[in-house]
């Protein structure tokens, strides 16, 4: 049984009523980690409130650059989007958080880690399997999940305990906050039907009327400057939340798959995670090999299914962002945004190693195309269809045209196909019989 455990502290009810019972009811000494990820709030009154809980040790660590750069820039590099829409805002957090409560656990000598997630959550899964990724020795405890405690009984749990907490008993969201964006679950938001109130939404109320667009810069990936001011991410990512969010856009609603098993209606503000994505992928668009390009669309929603499910710290994540990295290193210029209410959208892109080349794709006379090239690449390029057409009917029997006002079907072209046919057969009786379908066909021969 732990004798000392460091407690993922998050100066909310759940938390604070986790470090008294770990000591009441285990018997435990609890040292209280509360790690600044961008939620906002004091710090220094989460800290001091944790030791009035009852908590021997109480630290702070402020993690914000770190869940930028080590964090969001992956994400970003992933165009990280689960179920193809939610920017994996807490599931980023989480191994972000459990670092930092390993590392506080040795330090201070702890032999357990606890968190306050409840069962129900993905969470849980993230702060466990986390620590048994980084150190498999910890116990690790979850007293939210035990203690068969309401909220109203925290409350009074609370009271009784002299904790000072300012819930109130009819909860009405929790909320889940970092840099990257907002959470928002429970209340009347638990019926998928029912439209979301503006109450809880700070990042995303409308208040911008003119139209305006703006510049978002990248290097080598990841976004360093705002309308050619250039910034520190966390700060990059602050600024455009607001710029972004006065337009009321970077809202998702959505019933999404937990890895508990349970469908849940969730809903997010993340204007600026959106607008980062949005433009990262479109830059992408300009400077990405083809090939490259499509395997890394196929890699992306596995990444994002990772990290979600708790998953950070595997060996498959690690190998998958080798891979995202070096995508990336041409990832450099500018993309071009346009704000107006309800609507963020892109507009423009340009970059010094863009492979688009004007030339080849122009239609007019600076032209450099070799357009006799394209004749005998289509033509190879659609051998194997062509033989198919010949020797198997081809596509004309499974997509008929419509129906022909006296009823019979309209057809493509001659219904027996092959070499007697006389149709469009490749090669032809000129190609020496190399090509199927042909005079020379090898098996009546
Ligand atoms: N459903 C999201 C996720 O699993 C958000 C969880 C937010 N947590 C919270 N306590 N509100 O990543």
């Known amino acids: 049984m732990a004798k000392r455990v460091a407690l993922a502290y998050s100066g909310g009810l759940d938390t604070s009523v986790a470090v008294k019972w770990l000591g009441e009811e285990l018997g435990v000494e609890v040292v209280a980690v509360a790690v600044d990820v961008g939620q906002g709030g004091d710090f220094e009154s989460i800290r001091r409130r944790a030791l009035d809980a009852g908590a021997v040790e109480s630290i702070v660590v402020d993690a914000r650059r770190e869940m930028a750069e080590q964090f969001v820039v992956p994400a970003i590099f992933a165009n990280a989007l689960y179920e193809g829409r939610y920017p994996l805002v807490s599931a980023l957090s989480r191994p972000a958080i459990v670092r930092h409560l390993v590392a506080q656990a040795r330090a201070h000598g702890a032999d357990a880690v606890a968190h306050g997630c409840t069962g129900k959550g993905n969470d849980q899964v993230r702060f466990e399997v986390g620590t048994r990724a980084l150190a498999p020795d910890l116990e690790i405890l979850a007293p939210a999940r035990t203690w068969g405690l309401t909220r109203a009984d925290c409350i009074d749990y609370a009271a009784r305990h002299g904790i000072p907490v300012e819930a109130t008993k009819e909860k009405l969201y ?12 429970c209340g009347v938001i638990e019926n998928p039907w029912a439209r979301p109130p503006e109450e809880p939404f700070t990042l995303t109320k409308s208040t911008a009327t003119e139209p305006r667009e703006m510049v978002i810069g990248f290097e080598a990936g990841v976004p360093v ?53 949005l433009a990262h992928r479109d830059l992408e668009g300009l400077t990405l090999e083809r090939d490259v390009s499509h395997e890394k669309a196929r890699l992306e929603p596995r990444w994002a299914e990772l990290v979600y499910d708790g998953l950070w710290f595997s060996p498959l994540r690690e190998a998958i962002d080798a891979f995202l990295a070096t995508t990336q290193q041409h990832v450099s210029g500018e993309v071009r945004l346009a704000l107006a209410p309800g609507s963020c959208a892109v507009v423009g892109r340009r970059s010094p190693l863009s492979l688009y080349v004007h030339d080849l794709a122009t239609y007019d006379a600076e032209d450099t195309f070799e357009h006799k090239d394209a004749e005998g690449f289509v033509r190879l390029w659609g051998l194997g269809v062509a033989t198919w057409a010949a020797r198997q009917g081809g596509a004309e029997n499974s997509t008929p045209l419509s129906t022909r006002a006296d009823g019979s079907q309209a057809h493509l072209g001659p219904v027996s196909g092959g070499a007697a046919s006389g149709g469009p057969v490749p090669g032809g009786a000129a190609s020496g019989g190399a090509v199927p379908g042909g005079a020379a066909d090898e098996e009546g021969s």
């Open 174 to 185: 929790s909320i889940d906050e970092n840099l990257w964006g907002r959470a928002i679950e």
């Open 225 to 277: 400057s705002l309308d050619g001011r250039r910034s520190a991410l966390a700060e990059l990512i602050g600024e455009l939340n607001s710029v972004v969010g006065a337009y009321g856009w970077g809202r998702v609603d959505m019933v999404e798959n937990r890895r508990v098993g349970i469908k849940s209606r969730e809903v997010y503000e993340c204007p600026g995670a959106l607008a980062l994505i």
